[in-house]
Nanobody, 121 residues
Framework: QVQLVESGGGLVQAGASLRLSCAAS????????MGWFRQAPGKEREFVAS????????YYAETVKGRFTISRDNAKRTVYLQMNSLKPEDTGVYYC??????????????WGQGTQVTVSS
């Protein structure tokens, strides 16, 4: 049974940093690209960042480029999202996903339950 468990969310002020983690089990982690998506209230789920299984390739949404960094540790079966200079518009539920690298939800086969990130102004 595949499980993706996110952690590290919380309530922070604008300009602060957070580091999200997603621990994977039940799959050959090193064979999957990993992605982060987010969903704000009343909005569709949107792409944030993705990383290839080898870590060679990364993609970012324009809205987070230069502020967020995706990384992974295949030995620990964990993917991370370092979020700096947070803005209120970064508020939402953050989901990690495993699948093929890309910015579309359809690229991903497995999803976590999400972790809430709230950025106050």
């Amino acid at each position: 049974q595949v499980q993706l468990v996110e952690s590290g969310g919380g309530l922070v002020q604008a300009g602060a940093s957070l580091r999200l983690s997603c621990a994977a089990s039940g799959l050959t982690f090193s064979r999957y690209a990993m992605g982060w998506f987010r969903q704000a209230p009343g909005k569709e789920r949107e792409f944030v960042a993705s990383i290839s299984w080898s870590t060679v390739t990364t993609y970012y949404a324009e809205t987070v480029k230069g502020r967020f960094t995706i990384s992974r540790d295949n030995a620990k079966r964990t993917v991370y999202l370092q979020m700096n200079s947070l803005k209120p518009e970064d508020t939402g539920v953050y989901y990690c996903a495993a699948g093929s690298i890309g910015d579309r939800p359809e690229n991903y086969d497995y999803w976590g339950q999400g972790t809430q990130v709230t950025v106050s102004s």
